[in-house]
Each structure stands twice: as structure tokens, then as C-alpha cells.
T-cell receptor, first 113, second 113 residues
Framework: DAGVIQSPRHEVTEMGQEVTLRCKPI?????LFWYRQTMMRGLELLIY????????DSGMPEDRFSAKMPNASFSTLKIQPSEPRDSAVYFC???????????FGNGTRLTVT | AQSVSQHNHHVILSEAASLELGCNYS??????LFWYVQYPGQHLQLLLK??????LVKGIKGFEAEFIKSKFSFNLRKPSVQWSDTAEYFC???????????FGTGTRLTVIP
């Protein structure tokens, strides 16, 4: 298995632009998670899906952030409009059954200037 | 809700020194505990996990962790560190009634050759 695949690896954009981050989970995994990692706040859960359905989005910082999972093999995290404080590394992770470990993608390093 | 705390923010060791990183969890019924490692510029990878049974868990790369229920601890250990162990280490626990993992703030380990 190729693991969790995220794209792009790096994204540099200007403030106000729309940013879309993509994730392909491991085939057969029912759960998909979006995390954000910053120096100040560490690793924060933004949202997670079970069987393509958003279960908990309480970690999404504000309405500028949205996430979708149209099918079992694809999810997006969108920021519109982006702001410099959104600069971080965004990780997607997936797992199978409850209690099994998370498998993380390589992350997308987002820089908003 | 279940949570974990890591009190060591940055640990600096010389090669061949012994390592112990602290992790304390809050009580919440059945305890599953994880240690993840993040090498510089890379994604989080599972180091080891505890679900039940032998409280001394062996992981990859010579790491181990001991679940001590009376102390609510799950400290990570390695008898002799190498320069390649330089990384950030995260303790994690499933959140009570939820399917996501709560990650500690992480401990940065720097091993000096």
C-alpha cells in the first residue's frame, strides 16, 4: 500500500487566496482525520470523517475552513480566504477499526504571505 | 475526557546516553496508549502502542514503553540513543467517546554525536 497520500507537499500563496489541500487515505480505512501542526499549538485535530461523513468538526478554527469527503478515497481541506496565521503543516491521517493506530500522510506545508 | 501530558519539552542527550520521556494520561476507563515519532521534515509514524496485556511494550528501533497504571504513566525509554533518534516524540490516547487521538504537546529530542 502506498500509504496516505497528500498533495501538494508545499503551498505558498498570498493572503486572500483560496487554498485546497488534498488527501487520499489508505484503501479500506473508514476514518480520515485532518490535523494542523504549528510551533505554538502543536498538533491540533481539525475534523474527522467516518465512512465519508464528518463526525466532529469542532477543531475547525473558523468558517474560512471547510472539509469534504465526497468518496472513500478522497478528501479536501479548503481555506478561503487564506490568512498568514493559517501557515502551518497540515496532516491527513487515516485508520481502520477503532483502536488501530493512525497512519499519517507526509503533510502539506502551507505558507501564506 | 482522556488526555495526555508530556512535561519534557526539549531533551538534549549525547549518543549512547539512556533516554526516558515522560507521558502521563488522565483516567478514563479502558486505556489505549500510543507513542508516535516525527523525524525532521517528516510525518508522524507509530513507534509503539499499548492495548492490554504485558505492560512493557517493545517498539521499533529499540524503543520500549512501560504502562504503569498506579502512576498513570506510559514513559518511553531507550537504553542507548543514536544521533538518528533526533526527532519529536508524541504520546497519544484515544479521546473518551470519540474516535480521534489526543496528542500530547510533544518532546523534542536532540542527540549530539
Amino acid at each position: 500500500d502506498a500509504g496516505v497520500i497528500q498533495s501538494p507537499r508545499h503551498e505558498v500563496t498570498e493572503m486572500g487566496q483560496e487554498v485546497t489541500l488534498r488527501c487520499k487515505p489508505i484503501s479500506g480505512h473508514d476514518y480520515l482525520f485532518w490535523y494542523r501542526q504549528t510551533m505554538m499549538r502543536g498538533l491540533e485535530l481539525l475534523i474527522y470523517f467516518n465512512n465519508n461523513v464528518p463526525i466532529d468538526d469542532s477543531g475547525m478554527p473558523e468558517d474560512r475552513f471547510s472539509a469534504k469527503m465526497p468518496n472513500a478515497s478522497f478528501s479536501t481541506l479548503k481555506i478561503q480566504p487564506s490568512e498568514p496565521r493559517d501557515s502551518a503543516v497540515y496532516f491527513c491521517a487515516s485508520r481502520g477499526t477503532v483502536g488501530s493506530p493512525l497512519h499519517f500522510g507526509n503533510g502539506t506545508r502551507l505558507t501564506v504571505t | 475526557a482522556q488526555s495526555v501530558s508530556q512535561h519534557n519539552h526539549h531533551v538534549i542527550l549525547s549518543e549512547a546516553a539512556s533516554l526516558e520521556l515522560g507521558c502521563n494520561y488522565s483516567y478514563g476507563g479502558t486505556v489505549n496508549l500510543f507513542w508516535y515519532v516525527q523525524y525532521p521534515g517528516q510525518h508522524l509514524q507509530l513507534l509503539l502502542k499499548y492495548f492490554s496485556g504485558d505492560p512493557l511494550v517493545k517498539g521499533i528501533k529499540g524503543f520500549e514503553a512501560e504502562f504503569i497504571k498506579s502512576k498513570f504513566s506510559f514513559n518511553l525509554r531507550k537504553p542507548s540513543v543514536q544521533w538518528s533518534d533526533t526527532a519529536e516524540y508524541f504520546c497519544a490516547v484515544p479521546q473518551t467517546g470519540a474516535n480521534n487521538l489526543f496528542f500530547g504537546t510533544g518532546t523534542r529530542l536532540t542527540v549530539i554525536p
